[in-house]
């Protein structure tokens, strides 16, 4: 049985919780925290570690084609905690905005069919040259609100992705979970909800109070994981931490929540340079152990 | 007549403003932008270039001592824009925490020899091992309303300085405009006020109307512009670019934080690695360039 020591302050060696160990039920592998393993390895290093769920990206599975992932799927039976994913809508050229918004059309009917109650959406950044962040926002909106209607249609509620500050330029110019719930608020809460991200949204001042806004509206889609570390690596986008490993309190965040009313699936999504260098089982293993330890127990 | 092609869109070549341009009586160089060169070289080259203020920091100040360094800046007819830094006080242990409020102590002495109207305080990171950001957080407010009283008796305004969340852990854990000014708000707006700055600020969803609340209570005691640049340099730390090379829109930012009705100086600070390898007079000609052109038409 792997033990490692928890980087929590404790001297506490935890165990790699057993497949068949309940705290295992809500927590999901999303795919790009395993970068090595494909879809058919994700599923069953998901299935031999005991985890309730899965997370998957659209372009594995378009590496095997749509129905045999969502046959795959099926006959795992885990469940399909989200579709990664849609969004980067903000270009201006009108047939740019038509390229992007038959992409999300697409990406919503493969949620459909992979049985994801939800499809994860990235706004996207700043098109090249331009410096209007209200204007890339103004439409972000509106590709959403073109959106709403087929996803409702289609049962998969389009979760909007506030990204941390850091990628507001390049990747995600909505930033705080109170700015996507105004967003999200536009809609119908069958409609459009968001996607919680400790990444993205442990610093805002007031997260909480948020995530409780949140909660009594019905608009937590996804609960995802990974901690904040420091110094931040070279690559920004590679700066997520396993939990425990950074600096975000998941007991407090957690709780909250799990107060706002949130009983979906956990999913732990990392993108890391030396986590993707690691062996995929001992990455899922790490992952459950820290699950079982800092987050499972506050939800 | 140095000139360069400023990266804004425009086919313009602008050239250097001569030293007698009116244009920049409100610019000012922080010290930092000129890493190189000492106090000294920094007032002759802020004069030669015909800025009307600059921005000094403790360290360069203490090489030369503190009476030194403020007849240097009475004689040299530069205002003082402000003096960085202070703040750093988010420590749990007391004993830290009262040296933390000694060296604030003597940074706003410094302040008010030195004829700087505001003293820029960083307000820390997290401590080592912890992940209380909220009690980070308690504590700087709490360690300004400890300074406050003296700030107010020696006419220096504390600014408390929000900064981009990609700095929560490890530097300032006041993450946005709103925040520091609910700080700032507790206390008069004569020992009191905020910094505000573009890198850390210009993706704060409603950064117009925080700027219009600052400027409505008179809040804004510094006005520092530096532009966010994408990819994001390994060191995260010398992230900052010269105005007009990466995505912030000066002429927007400027434009609400003039309508907020501030008239002080404008710093421009900037940490970044090709910044300070280049010629000090350069860096002051360029940064004299982008602010006619992008900035100061605004104001």
Known sequence: ???LDVPSGRAARIATPAPDDPRLARLSLNQRTVAGWSL???IDGSVSAGL???GVWREPVAQVGLETAARWLRDSGLRVS???RGGFFTAPDPADRR???DENLRAIEEAAALGA???VLVPGGLPVGSRDLAGARARATE???LLAPVARQHGVVLGIEPMNPLF?????VVSTLAQALDMAELFCADEVGVVVDTFHLWWEPDVAAQLARAGAGKRIVSYQISDWITPLPADALLSRGMMGDGHIDFAAFTRAVSVAGYAGDVEVEIFNAEVWAAAGSEVVATMARRYCDLVQPWL
């Open 40 to 42: 058919r390895e994700a």
């Open 99 to 101: 390229a992007a918004h």
């Open 168 to 172: 507001a330029a390049d990747r995600g």
């Open 82 to 84: 989200s579709l990664c």
């Open 117 to 119: 109650p939800t499809l």
């Open 143 to 145: 590709a959403v609100s």
């Open 1 to 3: 049985m792997t033990t």
């Open 52 to 54: 309730g769920a899965i």
